[in-house]
C-alpha cells in the first residue's frame, strides 16, 4: 500500500507564500511523475504544478511565476512554494504521484490540504 501524506496549508493574505510538502511512504519502487493539483468549490480538480523524475516541470498558467515545484528523491517527496498568492488560488490542493510498486503503476493521491487566500 502507498500513502501519500500532505502538509502545510492554511490561511494567509494575498501577497503572501505558502509552502506545500508531500512525503509518499510503503511499497515503492520507484515514483515517476509528481505534481500538485486543486479543487475550489463548484470547479473541477486541475493541474497546478507537475515534475518528472528527472526533474522537469510543468506549470498551469494561471500560476506560472509564482509558483515552484520542487521533489526529493531520497525523501521521496514534492513540494510547491506558493508566492504572491492570489483569492482565486483560495483551493484544496491534493499531491499526486504515478508509483511504481513493482508489479503496478498506479496514481496515488494525498488527503488534501485547504489554502485559503483572503484578508
Known amino acids: 500500500q502507498v500513502q501519500l501524506v500532505e502538509s502545510g496549508g492554511g490561511l494567509v493574505q494575498p501577497g503572501g507564500s505558502l509552502r506545500l510538502s508531500c512525503a509518499a511512504s510503503?511499497?515503492?519502487?520507484?515514483?515517476?511523475?509528481m505534481g500538485w493539483y486543486r479543487q475550489a468549490p463548484g470547479q473541477q480538480r486541475e493541474l497546478v504544478a507537475l515534475?518528472?523524475?528527472?526533474?522537469?516541470?510543468n506549470y498551469a498558467d494561471s500560476v506560472k511565476g509564482r509558483f515552484t515545484i520542487s521533489r526529493d528523491n531520497a525523501k521521496k517527496s514534492v513540494y510547491l512554494q506558493m508566492n504572491s498568492l492570489k483569492p482565486e488560488d483560495t483551493a484544496v490542493y491534493y499531491c499526486?504521484?504515478?508509483?511504481?510498486?513493482?508489479?503496478?503503476?498506479?496514481?496515488?493521491w494525498g488527503q488534501g490540504t485547504q489554502v485559503t487566500v483572503s484578508s
Open positions: 499526486n504521484a504515478k508509483v511504481d510498486t513493482g508489479w503496478a503503476i498506479d496514481d496515488y
Open positions: 510503503g511499497s515503492i519502487f520507484n515514483i515517476n511523475d
Open positions: 515534475i518528472t523524475s528527472g526533474g522537469s516541470t
